[in-house]
């Protein structure tokens, strides 16, 4: 099916601003409540949100086959489970309405103020109901560094991972969309001389910059997903603040993995861009060697060229840029984690969702966490205050950004943003 | 409000066979599909289903505040997140109701016939729809055992491990009831002299003989769950068998933990026995030296004492019982893991599921894994039909059966069952 959304000459009717993130060639999924106490379905064009539910109703859709109710539900799980040929159909027919020069929607003022509301009318939720996290480790550059502060400098790279994308569980219940405060958590750490581990709240707060994708429901249970077929199942992507509290993590990790330093909170974009709209930017990822074993094995351009920022910003002070990386840096593409996560028949549903792992680059403005870039507190960020941080200090915010670009047109997530309030 | 239900001296109109794990003072809480395709809350006394959508229905619960169609649900969250006082005022109804002199339904042959099911002519379901699914490493036994095992018998246990209740996030979507067969998964192995991982069907298949609690939505994202407060969080108990491939855990495991070594498959005994009814079966833990922080200190009796059995049965053959071991070996009581596991704001929702890990005893008869019991396969154990097992074979099955006994009363959890099927 022709992915005539992405057509770059496309202009909406809708009022777009200059470097937005959200042109007519995006037209990501969400979910929000309106300014009537309505959840629902939906997609941004500009600054405005577009209410599918009402659409749906209004007859917008007429002769795609889609349930009455699909648009009206507090997640996208059931329409993700209709399956790429029907998102394509939609994200199409959307184009199609919003496009210049179709009227219908355009010109008929009722339907509009049933559809359209402005940002501040709606309030954006999660847009899935994620049944399973994972999170992978996928950068190179990350898993060295971290290895090297963690671990050993002169064996940083453990064996496996030229392997295996390697992977682990992370928590579903604490992934809250952009906007809600994290609370700075409290716990056990290394004890120091008497022996007795260290309480209270984390000393070392971090961000992660990485990126998710969310699958439909691909296999059942004892069926793999054959690597040609992975990316058939992935809707799309949002960006992922994974918070890690370092030394919470540093004391409990081994042997079975991070966990409450970890699971405390995740922050997600929450407009899931489709990998339809990535399309144009698709590029090659690193070069694999050692050779993966054959059902990892992936010929084509399998990385996604993406811009991402992290930005730190004081209470009451201006945005510091503190990261530039770039999505393309993943050793290990979503093709082959989503291969290697089925290869024992794990099942994977709709609405699952896949986080790469800090995405590092390989210069050291472009590491992915303040561990990395500060390499544990040694070298402080200076912020444009004045003020400088090891790790991240109450009242900062956190924003991740992320945004493709070519001469024709440019695609963006918005922000993933978290706000960290002091511990209990 | 007074456990009536655990009186015992009660007895059923039900009959009840000699040694069976369900007596009236028993009433635990299930999911299944009846003979008319109808999905409904349920218990069971005796073999007999009995149909809690159908009793309510019928008016069986007036005088308690129950939404009209709790019981006509796919799962027992909803319920279980009405909180400890409804699903006591439930449990006391429905042994009311199933005493040997109360009339009522008894009498009432229409109403027998729309409540009342034999075993046959049901199909046991997932109790709950597991948000969240963490597996603890509670048995000092056990993480002594693996400790020996996949990493140096000198330091077997790691110096985190006494301080704090070890665990992981696992995976939800392939916890499956029991009866369900289970595929011998694929994946990654060790290398070889050439450096390249195998690849291929496991070769070393076990069990692992755990139980599992549900819990009620305890806290919200920042808040913890005092240990104090743990317990009434806590609907009740499965066993649960958590299929481990050692060859695919032993080369994916560092740093993050079990992934796919675990999460092809995790298999539960479908019927969730509360809290309630094991409370004349509780017992001290094992004594807990170092002191555990102030956050984790429990005084009262915080274990139970549950006989735990694995089995293995090879196809056609006899069953072997190959462990016995008991739920009151853990040195993290089920109440200091939830306190650890909300102590830095992780939210835990209603349904969501904890492992307690491997339940293994102080004997080698009580290993609760075959990577104990035969010490990596260097003692294989000798089957009744002549054969000898070092891991799981293709076409046995793996059943864990559970039981709490004292003069009284038997209460039981009855089968936790998978037969393995050869690899895809």
């Known amino acids: 099916m022709p992915l005539t959304a992405n057509d770059p000459t496309r202009k909406s009717w809708l009022d777009v601003p200059a470097n937005s993130d959200f042109p007519i060639q995006n037209i990501p999924f969400g979910v929000f409540l309106t300014r009537d106490d309505v959840i629902t379905i939906g997609t941004r064009i500009g600054d405005t949100a577009i209410d599918l539910g009402a659409m749906h109703q209004l007859g917008y859709f007429k002769g795609i086959d889609l349930t009455d109710d699909l648009f009206l539900q507090d997640s996208l799980n059931d329409f993700i489970a209709d399956g790429r040929k029907t998102w394509r159909l939609v994200r199409n027919r959307i184009s199609d309405i919003f496009l210049h020069t179709s009227p219908g929607l355009r010109d008929d003022q009722e339907h509009r103020k049933k559809v359209l509301f402005s940002m501040e009318e709606i309030e954006m939720q999660l847009p899935v109901d994620v049944g399973d996290y994972t999170d992978f480790y996928a950068s190179k550059e990350h898993a060295t560094n971290v290895g090297s502060l963690f671990r050993d400098p002169e064996n940083a790279l453990l064996p496996n991972w030229l392997r295996i994308p390697i992977g682990y569980h992370g928590r579903s219940s604490s992934i809250v969309p952009s906007g809600t405060p994290v609370r700075r958590p409290i716990g056990q750490t290394k004890p120091g001389e008497d022996g007795i581990p260290g309480f209270g709240p984390s000393k070392l707060l971090d961000f992660e910059l990485e990126m998710a994708f969310i699958t439909t429901a691909t296999n059942d249970l004892g069926k793999r997903v054959p690597i040609e077929e992975a990316e058939e199942n992935i809707f799309g992507l949002v960006l992922f603040n994974d918070w890690s509290a370092r030394d919470i993590q540093a004391w409990e990790y081994v042997p079975l993995g991070p966990f409450l330093g970890k699971n405390f909170a995740s922050t997600i974009s929450p407009w899931i861009v489709t990998l339809d709209a990535l399309e144009p930017f698709r590029t090659a990822g690193p070069v694999q060697d050692p050779e993966p074993l054959p059902y990892l094995q992936q010929s084509d351009a399998k990385n996604f060229d993406i811009h991402l920022q992290a930005i730190i910003q004081p209470e009451n002070g201006a945005e510091n840029i503190v990261a530039n990386s770039n999505f393309k840096y993943m050793y290990w593409s979503m093709s082959q984690q989503l291969a290697h996560h089925t290869v024992n028949g794990c099942n994977v549903r709709s609405g699952d ?72």
Do not use: H
């Open 353 to 424: 969702m896949m986080g790469s792992g800090t995405i590092s680059g390989p210069t050291k403005d472009s590491y992915g966490s303040m561990l990395e870039l500060t390499w544990r507190g040694q070298n402080p960020l200076q912020l444009s205050d004045g003020s400088e941080r090891k790790f991240i200090n109450d009242d900062d915010t956190v924003i991740l950004r992320g945004f493709c670009k070519n001469e024709d047109v440019r695609i963006g997530f918005g922000d993933c943003s978290g706000k960290v309030l002091p511990a209990n």
